[in-house]
């Protein structure tokens, strides 16, 4: 235990710089950025992970959003009660109910604007269109063919989303002191950070080996967006779900 404390310790210590949190948004836009430059010079070779079927795709990223709600739903609990009370701790809990609505209205937008503005073909080299047969993306996978619309990159948004989402729900174990803490706090703050690197991670990969340019910094943005009016603009207001505990409030 001693020396999960310390890697607790550790982690605090690192998302306790100003500059880690206040600048992970522009490290984000910056990562797709050049990650979409270097995939249109063809710089980038492929590996391992420029297959979408990688471990960390198909049981991480595909399901992202499961762990993200899995792992802060219990966080936000233990985190969020230290010198709280429980009406305080469910309106924090409310967050994830908002989070949850962004996703799902991003991902559904997404999916919309790519069906209103694709058509369904035959084969990769896009000649025979099948227009007016199959409207959808869905329907025309099933049928085996290629859909070609405008892909918002859903990856994109969401490794960014949950990732900003995380590292804020995160705050209160920068001031939580250690003989407050106990195991399961701890290896939930462990696990939770384990996410937000896989997650900067597959970012990365995404940037590089997936997608047109458009399409990831759309999904980033949206991503960056999505954060920023929650966390920065409407949760410091009262009539909210409210932002995790702050040094000043653990000390009162």
Not at 14 to 24: G, K, S
Not at 26 to 42: Q, R
Request: one cysteine or more; glycine letters at 6%; aromatic letters at 16%.
């Amino acid at each position: 235990m001693a020396a999960v404390g310390s890697l607790v310790n550790s982690l605090a210590c690192f998302w306790r710089q100003p500059c880690t949190r206040a600048y992970l948004p522009h490290l984000f836009f910056c990562i797709s950025f050049t990650g979409s430059v270097l995939k249109m010079m063809d710089l980038v070779p492929e590996s391992y992970f420029s297959s979408s079927r990688n471990v960390l795709n198909l049981y991480f990223v595909k399901v992202s959003w499961g762990w993200t709600i899995v792992l802060l739903l219990p966080f936000i609990l233990y985190s969020n009660s230290y010198n709280k009370s429980h009406r305080f701790v469910l309106r924090r809990l409310t967050s994830l109910l908002v989070a949850t609505l962004v996703w799902y209205t991003c991902t559904e937008t997404f999916f919309y604007i790519e069906d209103i503005t694709g058509s369904c073909y035959e084969s990769d080299n896009m000649q025979a269109t099948l227009a007016g047969d199959i409207t959808t993306k869905a329907a025309c996978r099933k049928a085996g063919f290629i859909w070609d619309g405008f892909d918002i990159s859903g990856h994109s948004f969401i490794l960014t989303y949950s990732s900003l989402v995380i590292v804020e729900e995160m705050v209160p174990m920068l001031h939580i002191t250690d003989v407050s803490r106990n195991a399961p706090l701890d290896c939930l703050y462990i696990a939770l950070n384990a996410i937000v690197a896989i997650w900067v991670w597959m970012f990365g990969c995404t940037s590089v080996y997936f997608h047109d340019i458009i399409d990831k910094i759309l999904g980033t943005l949206c991503g960056i967006f999505g954060w920023y009016v929650t966390y920065v603009v409407w949760y410091p207001f009262l009539f909210s779900p409210g932002l995790p505990p702050q040094q000043k409030q653990h000390a009162s």
